[in-house]
């Protein structure tokens, strides 16, 4: 009885020692499960946070090399986006140190938000600016056409203007017509006067013209001088000169009138000095430094 009562107590104490190592076990088990869990749980989150970090990091990068890009060429389109530039360096440096600081990510992303918000308006803005330049690129193109148009016209009014003071200048001119020379032989002491046609007969060259009715010539003393050109082309003259487009030129003799506009009868007369010979003679009227008439004389 005895050994069975002793055996009997040693089965039960070593059942229990295996129930409290059992447990003891199931324990650590669960202990070691929940540990590898957290353990797991923690290394996901970590590794979420960091590519959440670095999708943060993209995002920011992307909008700070797109801003820098827009900078570089419009950035100085006004002093407003200037300032507008430097707010939107600013907050990329601020959102820079949250990443590198493992900030909240919330945080970082209303940062973010923001900063895109920024950048959206400064984009916005260049838009703005550029249309408000093309249309005053077509207002200034417009300008410039009426400008060439009333260029163009005031060129054509001038050139009008020219023309008409071209034409009055040329109308306020002398002019001699019904000009007539003969071959002239005195009779009676002088007193009469024969028409000859032979040039050895010849003592003086009688020219006549009339000056023609001209309001726009402005009245006062002028001065009328007669070249007369022999066949030889050989000037009939005193050794007297005038000017004439610029140039000094002989003339044979000259007359002093009073002009008021009305038209003036005129009779010259050329006294030979020079042998007259046979052949045609060409004869020109000059007043005011112009040609005003012309004609020819023959003689056998």
Known sequence: ???NTSTAGKGKTYKIVIGIESAIIVILLVLYITSWNKANTFVIEKEKAV??????????????????????EYGNMT????????????????????????AGKRQ??????????????????????????????TEVKGMQVNIKEE????SNLSKDKDALSEKITNAAVLQAYSMTATGIRTKQGGAK?????KAKRVEKIK????LAKNPLVESGTKMIYIRIARP?????NDGASFDYEGKQIMYSLMKSCYYNGSSINIVLYYEKTDRIVAGTYNIAAFCDGKEIGQCALTLK
């Open 207 to 210: 020219i006549t013209f009339t």
């Open 79 to 102: 002093k407003d986006l200037g300032r507008k530039d430097s707010l939107i360096q600013a907050q990329a440096g601020e959102i820079q140190k949250l990443i590198e600081s493992n």
């Open 151 to 154: 260029q163009d016209k005031n």
């Open 1 to 3: 009885m005895p050994e």
């Open 51 to 72: 590519s959440e970090r670095q999708v943060m990091q993209k995002q920011l990068d992307s909008l700070v090399r797109e801003h820098e890009k827009i900078a570089t």
């Open 232 to 236: 030889d082309n050989a000037i009939l």
């Open 108 to 137: 970082i992303q209303r940062k973010l938000d923001y900063l895109r918000g920024i950048t959206q308006d400064y984009v916005a803005q260049i838009d703005k600016l550029l249309k408000e330049n093309e249309n005053l690129k």
């Open 193 to 197: 006067e024969e028409v000859v046609e």
